[in-house]
């Protein structure tokens, strides 16, 4: 595989343009991460924004995904900032460039993300879905059990409302 991974890279503003980049043409592609179709990089940019701040101020942590140079995949590593949840933590904004998708990519995102919470110390990874678009499937194969859901959680427009599919994977010691 042709991905090559980095944990925390520089936030220099041509990977924040990079990561809008990637966030729009996921979201208009039909992905989950935080929007609904269409949206321009000006609603994704200070969401975009916001998201980095906390991973540059730290605790969070952000993994990408390049192809060559090209950055095609990306996930937040965020921690739960509470002293009882040391041990666990969720993922957020996984995606996968569209035009990648299909070659192993957001699988191996998420194996990469389990070792380097593994590396942390961390036992278990959480991630929530949107219901409806067959997410879920992908996480299952990759080890995760749903352990709760929210019904109608997410509102996407008045008369389409879905439910939020929380996830679980535990992560056994190598």
């Known amino acids: 595989m042709d991905l090559r991974f980095v944990l925390d890279p520089d936030l220099t503003p041509e990977l924040r343009e990079r990561l809008v980049d990637l966030w729009v043409a996921a979201t208009n592609a039909g992905g989950a991460v935080g929007f609904v179709a ?3 990089a000006g609603e994704v940019r200070p969401f975009a924004e916001s ?4 991973v540059a101020d730290g605790p969070d ?3 990408a995904g390049y192809q060559g140079d090209r950055l095609v995949a990306v996930l937040v590593i965020s921690d739960n900032r509470f002293h009882l949840k040391t041990h666990w933590r969720v993922l957020k904004r996984v995606m996968v460039h569209p035009d990648t998708q299909g070659r192993g990519y957001g699988a191996a995102l998420m194996r990469e993300a389990e070792r ?3 590396s942390l110390g961390v036992e278990a ?3 929530t879905v949107r219901d409806g678009l067959g997410l879920d499937r992908f996480y299952r194969r990759l ?3 749903e352990v709760g859901r929210l019904p109608a959680a997410l509102r996407l427009a008045p008369t389409d409302s879905r439910d939020e599919i929380l996830m679980w994977r535990a992560l056994p010691l190598p």
């Open 38 to 40: 269409p949206v321009s």
């Open 51 to 54: 998201t980095l701040a906390d």
């Open 61 to 63: 942590r952000l993994l």
């Open 116 to 118: 380097v919470a593994r």
């Open 125 to 127: 990874l959480h991630v």
């Open 143 to 145: 080890g995760y059990r």
